[in-house]
């Protein structure tokens, strides 16, 4: 394969176009109207309330803040991406890996119809037009992110989709009217922070020209993503976003790397 330079390669491309929409932070008390177990270690909730009738999610990779409620009074935080939403119907469906104790873990495994959940945002959306191919690459955290991006397209953009998960059972099917390849990587949670095999993966796939690169995934995994592909695939800053969307031994901790 051959690559050319980065600013020779941005200076036969159009841009990308990425809109930073700030939206009024609201909180919000919502009931849970059902549970769905996805995967083994993926639980799908719909939550509802009256709270969501002007809720607006305007990118795939928002997040909202939940508010999970302690034995010390002041509640824990955690963000989760909006993985469906419909203000008509008051409902909006949210994504549990529940790979590990914690508290979001815990109140996803014990919810049932009825719990109740306070939520708060999206605070803003980095909306992302002017692409038709895309390149997704993210962990058991991205899932959401990656599932509502695919699903949302229209039949005139293609997505790469590669996402690393513990085994073939954590694999989901995402239902789309655009063109859609998706690769797995089966690793050991304990190799959640290892890049390696996502690379391995990487090099095998053709990046043409004008694809958008979006990385989310274990911090150093999305550092070491984010390099591999601006220094070994010449792939230009503009077209691409990255994210620590946690980070290991660290609660409630996430990265910016864009």
Known sequence: MTDISSQDQTSQMSMPCIERVR????????????????????????????????????????????????AEGEPERRDYTPRRYDTAARELVLDFAVHEAGPATQWALEAQVGSRLSIGGPRGSAVISGVKHWILVGDETALPSMGRRVEEAGPDE?????GAVTGSQEEQTFETAAQLRTIWVHRPLSAAANASDIISVLNTVDIPA??????????????????YLTEGRNHPLPWLKAAGYWVQGLADAHEKLD
Do not use: C, Q, Y
């Open 210 to 227: 004008e694809t958008f690169a979006w990385i989310a995934a274990e911090a150093s995994v999305a550092r070491a993503v984010r390099a």
């Open 158 to 162: 293609t997505f790469t989709v590669i």
């Open 23 to 70: 939206h009024e932070l609201k909180r919000r008390e919502l009931t849970v109207r059902s549970v769905e177990k996805l995967t083994p270690n993926m639980l799908r909730i719909a939550l509802v309330g009256e709270d969501l009738a002007d809720f607006l999610s305007a990118s795939p990779d928002d997040h909202v803040k939940i508010f999970l409620p302690t």
